[in-house]
C-alpha cells in the first residue's frame, strides 16, 4: 500500500517535463517522446513509475531526467535496496545476500541481479577510493601510526589463470594474490605493556594488481601507489612516528623504503620464528624433541636482540650438516636474517613502545579477504574480485557512508 501510494505522487508530479528538448550526453540534442513507464523495486516493494522521457535521434538512445534525480538511472533497484545489496555481499556469498534481502526485508532479489548490483557497486567504490584522498586534520592523526602490507591468494577462474606460472605439481596456478594495506594505531597498553590496537582505527585498502615497477617508469606501480593513498588518507605520512610492518619479503621493504624512508621497519616477530621453526624441522624432522628444543633456543634469542647467537648455531648447523638440500636451507635462513637484521631489534623496539607482530595485518588477510572470498566452491575474475574487495574493504573501513552521502549528492547535483 505505501508503495502505490508512493507511485501515484510520483506520477502525479510532471516537474521533470523539462521541455521540448533536452541536451543529450552525446552533444546533441534530445526531445521530448512522452512519458515512459518503469518498474522500480524500493524498500516499500514494486513502484511503476512514469517518467518524462527524451529521446536522441543522433545516438538513438533516450533518458529520464527523474531517473537521475532518483538514483534509479540505467538500474531497476533504488538506491536504498542497491544500498542493502551492497551491505549484504560485503559480507555473504550472492546466494546468501539473495536470501537475507528475501528473509529480512521482503525483497526478491535474485542472487544473479545481487552478483551485478555488487559487482558494479564495488566498481564505483573502487573508482571512488582512487579519488577521494582526504587527509585528516592533524589533531586527529595519532602519535603513532602504523602501515602492514601483505599478500593472500584468491581461487581464480581457469579463464584468468592461462599462462601463468604457480605452485602446482604442473607449474600451473590457481589462484592471483591481492595485496592488501591496512593502517591502524595502538596507543592503548596491555597489562604487560604491550601496545594493543585502537578500537575503530584499522582500515583497509587491497586489490590484484602489481607492487612491481621497473626502474625506466615515471610512475610507482599501481599498489604502490595504492598504499600512498591510504597512507595519506589516514595521515600517515604525517604522523609523529611511522612503523612499516612486513613479513620480510622483499618487494615489501622495497615500496616501503621508496614511499616512507623516514618510517621505522620492523619484520613480523613471529615470522621470523616461523622462518626459524621451519628449519627445525628440515634439520630434525618432525615431531622431534630436540628440534623443538633447538627452535625455541631461537625464538628466546630473537626476542632478546642476540642475533649474532643464532646466526652463530646456523653457522654451526651449516658445518655439521652434509646433506646439500638441509645446508641450502640454513643457508637461505641466514640470509634472511642477515637482510633483515635492522628490522629484527625487538628489545629496542619494545622500549620504545612499538608493535612488534603484524597480527592486525594478518587479521586483515582473514577478515577482509579470505572471509568472504576464499569460500569453498569460489572461484573469481580480476574484475569481479576487486569489485567486492573494494566493496569490502570501503565497509570494514567505515568508509561505506560517506561514499553514499557523496553517490546522494551527485544525484541531487544531477
Known amino acids: 500500500m505505501a508503495a502505490r501510494a508512493v507511485a501515484r505522487r510520483l506520477n502525479a508530479d510532471h516537474t521533470d517535463y523539462a521541455g521540448p528538448a533536452l541536451p543529450c550526453r552525446c552533444g546533441h540534442t534530445a526531445h521530448y517522446a512522452g512519458r515512459k513507464a518503469k518498474t522500480v523495486l524500493t524498500a516499500l516493494g514494486e513502484l511503476r513509475l512514469e517518467r518524462a522521457y527524451y529521446h536522441c535521434t543522433a545516438c538513438r538512445s533516450g533518458f529520464c531526467p527523474r531517473?537521475?534525480?532518483?538514483?534509479?538511472?540505467?538500474?531497476?533497484?533504488?538506491?536504498?535496496?542497491?544500498?542493502?545489496?551492497?551491505?549484504?555481499?560485503?559480507?555473504?556469498?550472492?546466494?546468501?545476500?539473495?536470501?537475507?534481502?528475501?528473509?529480512?526485508?521482503?525483497?526478491?532479489?535474485?542472487?544473479?541481479?545481487?552478483?551485478?548490483?555488487?559487482?558494479?557497486?564495488?566498481?564505483?567504490?573502487?573508482?571512488?577510493?582512487?579519488?577521494?584522498?582526504?587527509?585528516?586534520?592533524?589533531?586527529?592523526?595519532?602519535?603513532?601510526?602504523?602501515?602492514?602490507?601483505?599478500?593472500?591468494?584468491?581461487?581464480?577462474?581457469?579463464a584468468e589463470m592461462i599462462e601463468r606460472v604457480g605452485k602446482q605439481a604442473d607449474g600451473t596456478a590457481k589462484t592471483r594474490e591481492v595485496k592488501l594495506c591496512t593502517v591502524w594505531s595502538a596507543e592503548g597498553r596491555d597489562a604487560e605493556g604491550v601496545p594493543v590496537r585502537d578500537a575503530g582505527s584499522v582500515s583497509y585498502s587491497a586489490a590484484i594488481e602489481s607492487a612491481a615497477t621497473r626502474d625506466t617508469e615515471a610512475t610507482c606501480s599501481a599498489f604502490a601507489r595504492r598504499v600512498e593513498r591510504e597512507a595519506h588518507r589516514r595521515g600517515f605520512d604525517r604522523a609523529t612516528r611511522q612503523a612499516v610492518l612486513g613479513d620480510g619479503a622483499p618487494w615489501i621493504w622495497n615500496l616501503a623504503g621508496e614511499a616512507f624512508p623516514a618510517a621505522i621497519q620492523i619484520v613480523d616477530r613471529f615470522h621470523a620464528k616461523e622462518h626459524l621453526s621451519a628449519l627445525a624441522k628440515v634439520l630434525y624432522g618432525a615431531p622431534s624433541d630436540l628440534g623443538d628444543a633447538w627452535a625455541a633456543a631461537r625464538h628466546a634469542e630473537l626476542d632478546a636482540g642476540q642475533l649474532h647467537q643464532i646466526v652463530a648455531a646456523l653457522v654451526a648447523q651449516y658445518r655439521a650438516r652434509r646433506d646439500p638440500a638441509k645446508r641450502e636451507e640454513v643457508r637461505k635462513c641466514l640470509g634472511y636474517l642477515s637482510?633483515?637484521?635492522?628490522?629484527?631489534?625487538?628489545?629496542?623496539?619494545?622500549?620504545?613502545?612499538l608493535c612488534t607482530s603484524t597480527a592486525v595485518v594478518e587479521a586483515g588477510c582473514k577478515v577482509a579477504i579470505g572471509t568472504r572470498l576464499k569460500r569453498a566452491g569460489m572461484h573469481w575474475t580480476v574484475r569481479g574480485a576487486n569489485a567486492i574487495i573494494a566493496l569490502r574493504c570501503c565497509k570494514l573501513?567505515?568508509?561505506?557512508?560517506?561514499?553514499?552521502?557523496?553517490?546522494?549528492?551527485?544525484?541531487?547535483?544531477?
Open 339 to 353: 637482510a633483515n637484521r635492522q628490522r629484527m631489534r625487538y628489545p629496542m623496539f619494545r622500549a620504545q613502545g
Open 67 to 158: 531517473d537521475r534525480v532518483l538514483g534509479v538511472e540505467g538500474v531497476s533497484l533504488s538506491p536504498a535496496v542497491t544500498r542493502m545489496v551492497g551491505i549484504a555481499a560485503a559480507l555473504v556469498s550472492f546466494a546468501e545476500s539473495s536470501e537475507l534481502l528475501g528473509a529480512l526485508a521482503g525483497l526478491p532479489v535474485p542472487a544473479k541481479q545481487v552478483e551485478r548490483t555488487a559487482e558494479a557497486l564495488g566498481q564505483a567504490m573502487a573508482a571512488d577510493e582512487r579519488q577521494q584522498v582526504v587527509p585528516p586534520a592533524p589533531a586527529e592523526i595519532a602519535p603513532t601510526l602504523y602501515l602492514g602490507i601483505d599478500g593472500t591468494g584468491v581461487p581464480m577462474r581457469k
Open 397 to 414: 573501513s567505515g568508509r561505506f557512508e560517506d561514499f553514499w552521502e557523496r553517490r546522494a549528492q551527485r544525484c541531487v547535483a544531477s
